[in-house]
Nanobody, 120 residues
Framework: QVHLVESGGGLVQAGGSLRLSCAASQTFYAIIAMGWYRQAPGKERELVATVNRGGGINYGESVKGRFTVARDSALTTVSLQMNSLRPEDTGVYYC??????????????WGQGTQDTVSS
């Protein structure tokens, strides 16, 4: 069973920074993409940032220029550096890995989520 273990985050004042990390409990046949999503109270889960196997990066519009996503060369860890945080960045942040587990079977895995709160 795949586990994604998240660390980092917490409470910070507006304008501050937080860093999230996510480590997978196993390697995969082939990574499709790794990244982060978030969900604010009363809202749907939304994209924060993803990085694909080739290194291509996709950011949510509201975090461009402030957040940086990165993965390690072994494709087992993904991090999110969050700068210039705003109160609207508050939410539960989820790590996500989409990967092939065999040559033909792929799946999407989620971390347990970490609460990040930005105070004004």
């Amino acid at each position: 069973q795949v586990h994604l273990v998240e660390s980092g985050g917490g409470l910070v004042q507006a304008g501050g920074s937080l860093r999230l990390s996510c480590a997978a409990s196993q390697t995969f046949y082939a990574i499709i993409a790794m990244g982060w999503y978030r969900q604010a109270p009363g809202k749907e889960r939304e994209l924060v940032a993803t990085v694909n196997r080739g290194g291509g990066i996709n950011y949510g519009e509201s975090v461009k220029g402030r957040f940086t996503v990165a993965r390690d060369s072994a494709l087992t860890t993904v991090s999110l550096q969050m700068n210039s945080l705003r109160p609207e960045d508050t939410g539960v942040y989820y790590c996500n890995v989409r990967a092939y587990t065999t040559m033909t079977a792929h799946d999407s895995y989620w971390g347990q989520g970490t609460q990040d709160t930005v105070s004004s």
